[in-house]
């Protein structure tokens, strides 16, 4: 069993930046790629970013491209999400995953790619 915690959501101007966390547990986390996705209202959940876990290239939605980053921190079993130069329609439930093993970067902007999730933390972008 796998457990996710996010932390780090919150209110922020347009132009702000915020450092999503998501604390892992119960699986080597050093060989689980990570990702993150978000789900504004009334929208279907998007990819965000990803992480590899044999070597740390990552890969970022269009959306994301320049202002966000991911990273990660294994001796800490966490990843992160730098969001920077953040818009109104950034607004959304951010969500961490862990990748099923075996799936590469290829995969990882695909839900079906993550076998377990975290509850979500708010970001909430003020025009």
């Known amino acids: 069993q796998v457990q996710l915690v996010e932390s780090g959501g919150g209110l922020v101007q347009a132009g702000g930046s915020l450092r999503l966390s998501c604390a892992a547990s119960g699986r080597t986390f050093s060989s689980s790629s990570m990702g993150w996705f978000r789900q504004a209202p009334g929208k279907e959940r998007e990819f965000v970013a990803a992480?590899?876990?044999?070597?740390?290239?990552?890969y970022n939605a269009d959306s994301a491209k320049g202002r966000f980053t991911i990273s990660r921190d294994n001796a800490k079993n966490t990843v992160h999400l730098q969001m920077n130069s953040l818009k109104p329609e950034d607004t959304a439930v951010y969500y961490c995953?862990?990748?099923?093993?075996?799936?590469?970067?290829?995969?990882?902007?695909?839900?079906?790619?993550?076998?377990?999730w975290g509850q979500g933390t708010q970001v909430i972008v003020s025009s």
């Open positions: 995953a862990a990748a099923r093993p075996g799936y590469g970067l290829g995969h990882l902007s695909r839900q079906y790619a993550y076998d377990y």
């Open positions: 992480i590899r876990w044999s070597d740390e290239t990552t």
